[in-house]
């Protein structure tokens, strides 16, 4: 089996799906995890923008990764990829669709995981839009170049398939490596705060902890929200995610040499 998890940001799976992960790892599956951005903006600190937060960044995600299990050469299993573009600058167009069609291609995964646009649990552009681009690459491939991946979608509200949590550690400590967007009280914090969540999430699972999953199975009607059309819901998002990022995302990537 071949899996792919695509994140717009370092650490969003890790945070997300991480005993999914990790469990896919344990069975000897080729896992990859397609990053959508470095997280150039990852900081308050306007100083640390762009290529500083950058390296810092790739280093923690290399860190998480190796959480997930390692080779004999301390290579993390869990293999990397840099999709390249600016962290709050993601574009939804026809270029980036085919890049990342092209990719999709050449690992031909079984399964892919990626964000849920349509009934998110999180409006940073970024995430609206790696999920719409998932979801049409993955709708538009070619069946005569590749076999249909299985999608999943997570940071969803509307939930439909469940992995069970083996270890919900796992959650904590691969999160823990990204230094630059905790501490060592948050981490000591999120484990209980995982409890309460997923305490939540068992009137639907039961007795079981598990990782929430949306998926999708390209049929009319899927994505539509209530009586709200999908180019409405877009509307309105986008406009919410420009003011987001007029208010915190400065300076400019041309300022910071991106």
């Known amino acids: ?28 599956w080729d896992v990859h995890e397609v990053l959508m951005t470095s997280d150039e903006y990852g900081t308050e600190r306007n100083e640390f923008k762009g290529k500083r937060i950058k390296r810092i960044r790739m280093h923690e ?29 993601l574009p939804f167009n026809k270029d980036v669709l085919s890049r990342l069609q092209r990719l999709i291609l050449d690992l031909q995964p079984d399964v892919v995981f990626g964000p849920d646009s349509f009934f998110t649990l999180d409006y940073h552009v ?22 249909h991946p299985l999608l999943f979608l997570y940071h ?7 992995v069970p949590v ?15 967007q905790t501490t060592p009280l948050r981490n000591k914090l999120i484990l209980p705060v995982r ?15 598990a990782e929430g999953f949306r998926r999708v199975r390209f049929v009319a009607g899927e994505n539509v929200l ?10 309105l998002v986008t406009k919410v995610n420009n003011g987001y990022k007029r ?4 300076p400019t990537p041309d300022q910071l040499g991106l």
């Open 1 to 28: 089996m071949r899996l792919l998890f695509l994140a717009p940001h370092p650490d969003d799976i890790d945070f997300t799906s991480a005993s999914t992960c990790q469990q896919a790892v344990a069975l000897g």
């Open 61 to 89: 995600m290399e860190e998480a990764a190796k959480v997930y299990g390692t080779n004999p050469d301390g290579t993390p299993k869990l293999k990397l990829h840099w999709f390249g573009e600016i962290d709050g600058y």
């Open 126 to 147: 970024d995430h609206m839009r790696a999920g719409w681009l998932i979801y049409f690459a993955i709708k538009t491939l070619p069946l005569s170049k590749a076999r």
């Open 156 to 162: 969803s509200f509307n939930n439909n398939f469940f």
């Open 166 to 180: 083996k270890a919900l550690s796992i959650q904590v400590s691969a999160w823990a490596k990204h230094r630059s």
């Open 195 to 209: 409890w309460l969540f997923n305490t939540f999430r068992r009137a639907r699972t039961g007795s079981t902890l």
């Open 226 to 235: 209530g009586k709200v059309s999908q180019r409405t819901f877009y509307r």
């Open 247 to 250: 208010s915190f995302y400065t």
